[in-house]
């Protein structure tokens, strides 16, 4: 059983440039969710999913595109990098439900820096 | 803006020493949770409350839920150095919302 799995752990890009953070839950969760980290900020929530084929925007999605194509995957887009896009992003899945979520599973972290 | 806020940003205490962290969110919530996260490392699931609960134990750790003055606390007793690490609250945005928005987290050192 993996888990979640965040690919790459590392990448550096430059600006404008595009990618894709990809990752993968084997655990059947409905919900899944990205998250950025910054010094002094926390985590803040980018983009998330309740299922399948939805997709809603967090707190701060300008930037980022997500598609949810299957309940495994929910890869995140940047569309055209820029330095402030510079941070530790951290994909999380758990089940959700009229009673709340479950304990959320986190991938390791994928560290970008855009030059 | 961020759901939780966790109070103190940084907390620095000796080994045996009991560690209390406050978190206060600002909307009605189905369930709380405390996470840990060592530097560097993604978060691990400590415990979760829910609304109903208004105490929760999990060996070291004893976790609190007051839903009137929206605030939760996390004491860790008899503190390890092991356990320096950012500790996360994480609340549901509530009102129909299916968010899972976290705190700034707690930045708690346990000197040996």
């Known amino acids: 059983n993996a888990g979640v799995t965040q690919t790459p752990k590392f990448q550096v890009l430059k600006t404008g440039q595009s990618m894709t953070l990809q990752c993968a839950q084997d655990?059947?969760?409905?919900?899944m969710s990205w998250y950025r980290q910054d010094p002094g900020m926390g985590l803040r929530l980018i983009h998330y999913?309740?299922?399948?084929?939805?997709?809603d925007q967090g707190e701060v999605p300008n930037g980022y595109n997500v598609s949810r194509s299957t309940t495994e995957d929910f890869p995140l887009r940047l569309l055209s990098a820029a330095p402030s896009q510079t941070s530790v992003y951290f994909c999380a899945s758990s089940y959700s439900s009229d009673r709340g979520h479950t304990e959320a599973f986190f991938g390791q972290g994928t560290r970008l820096t855009v030059v | 803006s961020q759901q939780g806020e966790e109070d103190p940003q940084a907390l620095s205490i000796q080994e045996g020493e009991n560690a209390t962290m406050n978190c206060s969110y600002k909307t009605s919530i189905n369930n709380l949770q405390w996470y840990r996260q060592n530097s560097g490392r993604g978060l691990v699931h400590l415990i979760l409350?829910?609304?109903?609960?208004r105490e929760k134990h999990s060996g070291r750790l004893r976790v609190t839920l007051d839903t009137s003055k929206k605030s939760s606390s996390l004491l860790i007793t008899a503190s390890r150095a092991a356990d320096t690490a950012s500790y996360f609250c994480a609340t549901d945005a509530g009102g129909g919302s299916e968010k899972l928005v976290f705190g700034k987290g707690t930045k708690l050192t346990v000197n040996p």
């Open positions: 655990m059947n969760h409905e919900y």
């Open positions: 999913s309740v299922g399948a084929g939805i997709t």
């Open positions: 409350i829910r609304s109903n609960e």
